[in-house]
Nanobody, 119 residues
Framework: QLQASGGGVVQAGESLRLSCKAS????????MAWFRQAPGKEREFVAV???????YYSDSVKDRFAISRDNNKNTVYLGMHSLKPEDTAVYLC???????????????WGQGTQVTVSS
């Protein structure tokens, strides 16, 4: 029900925009988030946006990434700028409908999209 896209191979310093489109139900009432998982590492939180568009970021991406949502399109975006090789990972979107706060767990997960940043 969550389909992520927009990944690719870029050089350090370049930008990418990821999209995650939800289908099957509306997610406008809840939180949507991005996580990432690099090879051999645990999944880590990247950013979350609440139903009323408050955004929070991990320290490692703050000031470089921007999360946004378009409820009319049932889609969440992640704009990534000044990319670094350490940003290389599979990026996954997640959603938890019907909540106002930032959730501890998510009910829905996308399949992920690969982002590779070369130096």
């Amino acid at each position: 029900q969550l389909q992520a896209s927009g990944g690719g191979v870029v050089q350090a310093g370049e930008s990418l925009r990821l999209s995650c489109k939800a289908s099957g139900r509306t997610f406008s009432s809840g939180a949507m988030a991005w996580f990432r998982q690099a090879p051999g590492k645990e999944r880590e939180f990247v950013a979350v946006i609440t139903y009323n568009e408050l955004a929070y970021y991990s320290d490692s991406v703050k000031d470089r990434f921007a999360i946004s949502r378009d409820n009319n399109k049932n889609t969440v975006y992640l704009g990534m700028h000044s990319l670094k090789p350490e940003d290389t990972a599979v990026y996954l979107c997640a959603a938890k409908p019907g909540v106002k706060a930032i959730p501890a767990q998510y009910d829905y997960w996308g399949q992920g999209t690969q982002v590779t940043v070369s130096s």
